[in-house]
């Protein structure tokens, strides 16, 4: 390669920074760890107050103001610290604490959904949220004196009719019987949850607020131990429309402005790339009045430094102020979700529900992306192979814009075959040091006139071959980011890729961390995908720009170190695209050679 003026500017740039990175880069990093110990510091201290608050409230045992406990101190059982009971079917396992009626842990029992390093179960609900899920939160505080737990479980001829069923009966020191069942069918991860609330005292009980909690799930990464491309984390409130804020924002101010719904909602949600939390009012059921989220800052065991730290949330939905008269009982039903993100079940949930799904990057996209998912399963049912399908699903979005590439191939085409008389006219309007600045507008206007004349007569666009490009842009990134986003691809093998949804790693990874790259090994999709976008280039008709041509072949390198280590689900995907784009190229160059034969064989030149 030749060493141009410019080609030494860039590389002297990009030398300076990288000194100056590496000299700054260590005070950078001090800060960081600095401010990363004072957050602990704090978090731990959040924690602690939380816990002792939450002791007051689970264990005071001073009546509520102006109501007197029906069951006497004599009366009183000893309760376990905790009571664990099993809700399980083939999918997922729910251990629920009979104490607090809440849930204390959802482990996904399908070999699909294993943490990657270690091969344990996925745990849904590790203990770090700020709230259990379904955790009552009530004003006054309620305090359980009595407790009894029984399981009502179905077995039947049909699997699929089987169920798994267990009611847990609180009763408080105000006098209040709190009957929770929940029920668990086979073949999916929704438990049915209902709450009826007795009021056995002879007085009135008023809450000034009753609420109920769902648990927010971690970012997956610290889930799973997933590495992923990209991750992303939201809260949902099912209002209209549907309003969402990020639990991974810097600014608790930005937090709190976000982390609330403006009015009644018909869920809440909490989900992070691949999995979702969701608790859903029965259709019969009054809708939350409200509900606002919390959140709460953790750190990997052995790390402190900011970068390291992750969100885990909670969100809750407010029934708002409760009177229940003596003698009488309030009913609430839920559907409670935790499990994967997958279309068909989140849809089933309630009608708005499939906004929580987030495919695409970007939102206004998502109306697109969503489909693209449903495509891949739906040609993943035929032919039982997640990589096959993502080929078909490549070839079919090429074959729709097939018309559209091949007009801007051939206004390239076209605009490759004027080029020596566009550099004529360069030549012919050429600046000199000498002209004034008049001289140098007349030449600049008489090129543009003669330049668009040239355009006319020849019956070229110079936008053509941007516009047709353009328009598959929105396109491409959904199809992009409904790869990125299928939870179907998780721990899914094709050819040598072990998972789709992480790089096709062949043999070890180097023992040390490379910059910008981080610790990698071998990824032949990558190789092969960067090979085949150099081919392009120089296939692809050139502008004549001599800068532009250079940047072009740069960009294969570019993107191979952007890009090296995207999910193999992503690379083979734009592998086959850049197949594809080459055969149409040659096609196209095959059909422009026929047409000027063609042409010529009509209309011979004369000697």
Known sequence: ???????????????????????????????????ARRIQQETLQAGSADSSSS???QVSSVPDAGQSPVVSSSEQIPLPETSLVELKNELVSFQ???????????????????????????????????????????????????????RADEKNENPAASKSEVTITRTFSNGLISAQTYTLANDTYAVQCTVRLSNLSEKQLDFQQFEIALAGLPPLTNLTGDKVYSDRMNLDFGESPIHNADPTVDSDEKFQN?????????????????????????????????????????????????KSRFVVPSVTGSLGA?????????????????????????????????????????????????????????????????????????????????????????????MQKIQPKMTALRDKYKENPSDSPEEVARKKQALNRDMMELYRVEKVNPMGGCLPVLLQIPVFIALYSALDSAVELRHVSFLWC?????????????????????????????????????LQQKMTPSTGDPAQQKMMMLMPVIMLFML?????????????????????????????????ARSNTAHPKKA
Not at 3 to 27: C, N
Not at 128 to 149: G, Q
Not at 345 to 361: D, E, F, P
């Open 96 to 150: 629920i604490d009979a104490l607090s009626g809440s849930f204390h842990s959802a482990e996904l029992l399908s070999e699909k959904f294993r943490i990657t390093h270690s091969g344990n179960p996925i745990q849904l609900y590790p203990e770090r949220a700020p709230h259990s899920t379904f955790e009552i939160l009530s004003s006054p505080a309620l305090r359980p004196v009595k407790l009894n737990v029984a």
């Open 322 to 414: 409760l009177s229940i008269p003596p003698g009488a009982s309030r009913t609430f039903a839920f559907t409670m979700y935790c499990g994967p993100k997958e279309i068909s079940r989140i849809k089933a949930l309630h009608n708005t529900t499939i906004g929580i799904m987030h495919v695409s990057y970007y939102s206004w996209f998502e109306f697109i992306a969503r489909p693209m998912v449903q495509l891949l399963n739906w040609l993943n049912s035929f032919c039982n192979s997640y990589g096959i399908a993502i080929i078909l699903l490549t070839i079919i979005v090429r074959l729709i814009f097939w018309p559209v590439t091949q007009k801007a191939n051939s206004s390239m085409r076209r």
């Open 498 to 534: 072990t998972d789709l949804a992480r790089p096709d790693l062949v043999g070890p990874q180097l023992p040390f961390a490379l910059p910008f790259l981080g610790q990698i090994g071998l990824h032949p999709l990558v190789l092969i995908m960067t090979a085949l976008m150099v």
């Open 55 to 57: 002791s007051v409230q």
């Open 564 to 596: 090296y280590n995207l999910p193999s689900g992503l690379t083979l995907y734009w592998t086959v695209s850049q197949i594809f784009s080459i055969l149409q190229m040659k096609y196209g160059q095959y059909a422009a050679k026929r047409d000027e």
């Open 1 to 35: 390669m030749k060493f141009d003026k410019e080609t030494v500017i860039v590389l002297v740039i990009a030398g300076a920074v990288l000194v100056g990175w590496s000299l700054l880069y260590p005070k950078y990093a001090a800060g960081q760890a600095a401010e």
């Open 258 to 306: 976000k982390a609330h719904s403006g009015g009644a909602v018909d869920w809440i949600a909490s989900s992070n790339k691949f999995f979702a939390s969701l608790l859903v009012a029965a259709p019969e059921n009054p809708v939350f009045v409200s509900a606002k989220a919390q959140r709460r800052f953790y750190f990997p065991e052995g790390k402190t430094d900011k």
